[in-house]
């Protein structure tokens, strides 16, 4: 499998994703908001975009597919419960069921509710393992969930599904919002050596060229896979007063990603 990640360098801080088999030179676009760059990044590979798929329905993540389904003639694959709001989907998809590309990428739907509900994440096999997760996991952060989506289902697809996956696993998020992700962290847990060791990379770095965390490294810089922490869970109750003196796992991670919400 090889991922050509695409930085489109909008407003919005997007991410857009080629993954291609290297046997057959067929490729998944994903999420190809900037059609220009990703039409141009396959043509210089020599690669034949035959797919395309959405991780969810917003805009700034659709917005590039009749473009890039006119130039191709790829199919395009989202949510089976997308078709309301995602135009022209030939292939519904589930969890559990599989994208195949080319001869040797297989790649397994997660459904992934929670910044809105029709979201999918998709996670590959092999030697190293790649999260490719829209807008549900950043780096070092968490999706909102203010156009449809719940801070409930969120907290369930995160705890059920995501941190459940190998430590190894490359985490390739829809936007790059990690310097940000990082203050918020340091905010609500100011002694977490992790984040401070990388701030000043994530503060200076070329976000087309950014390294690739994995979900181990999040688990240590990520505040929402971090909810049993003493530090994260004294810092609410600052901002929460009323919060039990044991809160669960779900109450803290609603009242982090409110707090989010307002940074």
């Known amino acids: ?117 029709c979201h999918i994440c998709l996670r590959s096999h092999g030697d190293q393992p790649a999260l490719f997760s829209g807008d549900t996991l950043f780096n070092a952060g968490a999706g909102n969930c203010h156009n449809g989506g719940s801070a409930e289902a969120l907290y369930a697809s995160f705890v059920d599904q995501l941190a459940r996956l190998p430590d190894a696993t490359q985490v390739y998020p829809g936007h790059d919002y990690l310097e940000n992700n990082l203050r918020f962290t340091l905010a609500r847990e100011p002694d977490n050596a992790a984040a401070q060791a990388l701030l000043p990379e994530a503060a200076g770095q070329d976000a087309a060229r950014a390294r690739v965390t994995t979900l181990g490294e999040e688990k240590t810089i990520n505040t929402f896979l971090r909810l049993e922490s003493a530090s994260v869970v004294a810092g609410l109750r600052a901002s929460f007063p009323d919060l039990p003196e044991k809160p669960d796992a779900k109450t803290v991670f609603v009242k982090l990603r409110e707090l989010r919400n307002q940074w």
């Open 1 to 117: 499998m090889i991922v050509e990640r695409i930085w489109t360098g909008n407003a919005y801080r997007n991410y857009n994703y080629l993954i291609a088999c290297p046997e057959s030179g067929e490729a998944l676009a994903i999420d190809p908001l900037d059609h220009a760059k990703c039409l141009a990044a396959a043509k210089a590979r020599g690669w034949q975009i035959t797919q395309v798929l959405n991780t969810h329905e917003h805009h700034d993540h659709t917005g590039g597919n009749a473009a890039v389904i006119a130039a191709t003639g790829a199919k395009l694959i989202a949510h089976h419960r997308a078709g309301a709001s995602i135009a022209c989907v030939d292939r519904g998809v589930k969890a559990g069921d599989v994208i195949k590309v080319g001869k040797t990428v297989e790649l397994e739907c997660l459904d992934t509710p929670g910044h809105t509900m």
